[in-house]
């Protein structure tokens, strides 16, 4: 459970960190204080699955842990609101940089062949929620 709870704390720490340079961005601050905001992004990203992945693990281990789950949902939700605002600030480059991270982050975790069996299987879940 600890360390259910220090992954959800990661969550938190990183969620807020990404909220921070989204704010000195929307204020129109110094580019030097958001260089990273992609580095950011994708260890907020990374934080999430690795929350996702703990808690699979505790699941199976232990049980249901409905306190436990409403509290990493809770920090999920911040980190939707977060990437949406993050969606609205960034550049082209920066969106460009984004998907480069995110695609090699997952190639090195799941394998070429993994990577794109996830990807058919979101562009699914895409299709059946268009549908809806």
Not at 15 to 20: D, F
Not at 57 to 80: I, M, N, P, T
Not at 115 to 120: A, G, H
């Amino acid at each position: 459970r600890e360390v259910v709870l220090k992954t959800i704390e990661r969550v938190q720490r990183e969620t807020a960190s990404m909220l921070q340079r989204i704010g000195v961005r929307q204020a129109g601050g110094n580019e030097a204080l958001t260089a990273d905001i992609c580095d950011a992004f994708l260890r907020m990203n990374t934080s999430v699955e690795i929350y996702t992945e703990v808690l699979e693990l505790y699941k199976k281990a232990q049980g249901k842990d409905e306190e436990l789950e409403a509290h990493g949902a809770a920090a999920v939700e911040a980190f939707e609101e977060c990437v949406e605002q993050y969606y609205a600030v960034r550049s082209w480059a920066e969106m460009a940089q984004d998907e480069w991270n995110l695609t090699h982050h997952s190639i090195s975790k799941h394998g070429l062949i993994g990577t794109l069996k996830n990807e058919f299987v979101e562009v699914g879940k895409d299709v059946v929620d268009a549908s809806r």
